[in-house]
């Protein structure tokens, strides 16, 4: 594998991660990335944190989840997977609970095909279109059939009652349109508010 690019995206993952966590964007060990180099892909371990993300804490696996090195990836592994398999494009996938896109996700009105109004123009020309996907428990495999089959409908994902997931053609490129899906969510919750939120 070219060690060049795994540095590079390394350096990159942990800058995102730690500029996330000092920032407020994601909590405790809720959060989990990856990113593909060489048809390999590298994803945060089980139970790491953002705020104190090392080198070491990322597992290496293969395309169909096989673990190659280190420690036990993070549970929803499945939801990345299916990510890259939607695209060749898709080189490194992000998943948080920004407080805004959790708090937007919990609104029961939202719109499937289109779950984050664009009220500035920089949502669809960074992004795309965000899709809802049905609530299901974090990690199950209800959540990751439900995620698939969401997939073909938009460009980046809210998970209803749960947080965002977005990919990018580069760990940059995702933390980019992370930012720009939790600025669009806040933007909405101040100029539509909480509105009638759905329990689980």
């Not at 080198?55 to 190659?68: A, I, K, R, Y």
């Not at 929803?76 to 708090?103: C, D, F, M, N």
């Not at 940059?172 to 508010?193: H, T």
Request: glycine letters at 8%.
């Amino acid at each position: 594998m070219d060690n060049i690019e795994i540095e590079k995206a390394m350096s990159e993952a942990l800058w995102a991660a730690h500029s996330l966590f000092d920032r407020g964007k994601t909590s405790g060990s809720s959060a989990n990335m990856s990113f593909m180099v060489d048809g390999h892909i590298y994803i945060t371990a089980s139970g790491s944190c953002f705020g104190t993300l090392r080198e070491e804490d990322f597992s290496l696996v293969t395309l169909d989840g096989s673990l190659l090195k280190g420690a036990k990836p993070s549970k929803e592994l499945p939801l990345h997977l299916h990510y890259y398999r939607k695209s060749g494009e898709i080189k490194a996938v992000i998943h948080t609970h920004g407080p805004y896109a959790a708090l937007w996700s919990c609104r029961s009105d939202l719109k499937e095909d289109d779950a984050i109004p664009s009220y500035t123009p920089y949502l669809r020309m960074k992004l795309g279109k965000v899709t809802c996907v049905p609530y299901a428990q974090p990690g199950s495999r209800e959540l990751f059939d439900a995620f698939e089959k969401a997939l073909p409908l938009g460009d980046a994902y809210l998970l209803r009652n749960h947080g965002a997931i977005v990919g990018g053609k580069s760990i940059m490129d995702a933390f980019y349109c992370l930012e720009e899906l939790e600025e669009s969510a806040r933007l909405a919750c101040l100029i539509c508010g909480v509105g009638s939120c759905s329990r689980i």
